[in-house]
């Protein structure tokens, strides 16, 4: 049996992400998959993903594997990077395209006008780098993670839950900006922590390990 | 607290080996990819850029196995480029594990790759590495620089200000601009140009060429406007590691990661 299912719906380069999670969990049975009946199986899921969100909701569908994500994401641990974080809501600037509408809100873009720091400095787009996540609530993949850690980012376009209670940390660009979800099974993060050195390596080895309360 | 500038060593590789040019010329050796960019990794650096500059093409696939090994063992982005052609190009660099491919030459040749791989994988892959070089004017009108190609042999015609601008609009997600009158000199980025690229665009931009000490990469952040700073030589021999730089850069009010 798969331990941990990556779903690849052809977005972008999955092999980092197996990379770092063979690395945190050596002795786990770790799949790239575009099989449906892979991803039913499997105890814990991954969705990443990278690109545009219009080409993600299309490629998901057309593969087969939208009910596959929908189902983990009711009922087993289930991480969200990147874009994974971003179908899981009603729907995208990018595109104007619906997502999988499992928690309500949109992802929105960076606003090209509010983009100046404390310093007047023009802030650039992608929000590209290592920035500071800030941790709103106790969850057990931040364990082991100082709070305001910096996690590698690459986006334009952020998550706005229409529920605050459901942020797990948010990031400063300038303004501060949900970039971590926790509901029920649920971890979605805008950063990358297969790209995170060190507390992204923490952060995957946590998610490999959880057990979250599941109300079936 | 924010986003903090990104340090990033480069590293040449030539037949599977680090090597160092000066001016885009003469060779040095300095060592085995996958044991420097692990150590780099060690001691803090943001990203890890890879430049094939492989001339022969037999030895190509060389840095495929390279970057599998490397993305492996280091979970930082990394950047690869050098002979990237077509998309089938930037596909297999990152099947092999990089996260970001960086086109030069190839740009210049057919833009339309830039689009066509950005496209297919997100723009916030595609890296486009601008070789610039300053421009004499006749008038005294304000400074100009034209962008090379071909590892710098090769004049465009192009305005690097406005090539920067019109690799934005096709779907480039960073530009890596590199001063080819300062590469491999030692006396610190090309100021000038690196600020008036960084204004003129949204992207971020690695400055690039002629790092001989820390300050030049404070002077590349503060006045440049370089959102990350990239340097070979003064971390390969040893000069200063990764630490030594981002501690100097924090005391000098810059935000890094530590």
């Not at chain 1, 950063?191 to 079936?216: D, I, M, V, Y």
């Not at chain 2, 943001?46 to 090994?69: C, G, K, M, P, W």
Request: hydrophobic share 40%; charged share 20%.
């Amino acid at each position: 049996m798969t331990d941990i299912a990556i779903v690849d719906y052809g977005m972008g380069n999955l092999r980092s992400v197996s990379k770092a999670l063979e690395h945190v969990a050596p002795t786990a049975s770790i799949v790239v998959t575009s099989d449906p009946s892979v991803v039913q199986k499997a105890s814990r899921v991954v969705v990443p993903g990278q690109g545009a969100m219009p080409n993600c909701m299309r490629e998901l569908t057309g593969h087969g594997l939208k009910d596959a994500v929908l189902e983990a994401a009711r009922n087993k641990p289930f991480l969200g990077i990147c874009l994974g974080l971003q179908m899981l809501f009603d729907e995208s600037e990018e595109g104007n395209v619906k997502g999988l509408g499992i928690l309500p809100g949109k992802v929105r873009h960076f606003s090209h006008d509010a983009m100046i720091d404390s310093d007047k400095n023009k802030l650039k787009i992608p929000h590209m780098g290592w920035n500071q996540v800030h941790q709103t609530t106790q969850h057990a993949l931040w364990k082991g993670i100082a709070n305001d850690a910096r996690f590698y980012f690459v986006h334009s376009y952020y998550v706005e839950p229409v529920n605050s209670e459901i942020t797990a940390a948010y990031t400063l660009y300038p303004t501060p900006f949900t970039c971590a979800i926790a509901k029920d099974n649920i971890f979605a993060v805008q950063f990358h922590p297969e790209k995170s050195q060190l507390a992204g390596l923490t952060l995957l080895s946590n998610f490999t390990k959880w057990e979250p309360h599941l109300n079936r | 607290m924010g986003l903090a500038k990104r340090i990033i060593p480069c590293l040449d590789v030539n037949n599977g080996r680090v090597v160092k040019g000066v001016n885009f010329i003469s060779l040095r050796d300095a060592g085995d990819p996958v044991e420097i960019a692990r150590r780099y990794d060690e001691q803090g650096a943001d990203e890890l850029v890879f430049l094939d500059i492989t001339a022969s093409s037999d030895n190509r696939d060389l840095i495929l196995h390279i970057v599998e090994e490397v993305a492996a063992q280091v979970f930082i982005p990394l950047t690869v480029g050098g002979g990237v052609r077509k998309v089938e190009d930037v596909r297999r660099l990152l099947n092999a594990g990089a996260d970001k491919v960086s086109v030069n030459t190839s740009a210049v040749l057919n833009p339309q790759l830039v689009a066509d791989a950005a496209s297919h994988y997100g723009s916030q892959c595609i890296v486009v590495a601008i070789d610039a070089k300053h421009v004499m004017n006749d008038q005294h009108s304000s400074p100009r620089w034209e962008v090379f190609t071909h590892g710098g042999r090769n004049a465009t015609g192009l305005d690097a200000i406005e090539w920067a601008k019109k690799m934005q609009t096709l779907g480039a997600g960073e530009i890596l601009l590199t001063s080819m009158d300062r590469d491999g000199t030692r006396h610190g980025f090309d100021l000038a140009l690196t600020h008036a690229i960084s204004d003129a665009i949204d992207l971020p931009v690695i400055a690039s060429g002629g790092v001989g000490g820390l300050d030049h990469l404070v002077e590349g952040i503060l006045q440049g406007h370089a959102d990350a700073v990239l340097a070979a030589s003064i971390f390969h021999y040893g000069q200063h590691t990764i630490q030594e730089a981002k501690q100097y850069l924090a005391k000098h009010g810059i935000e890094v990661r530590l």
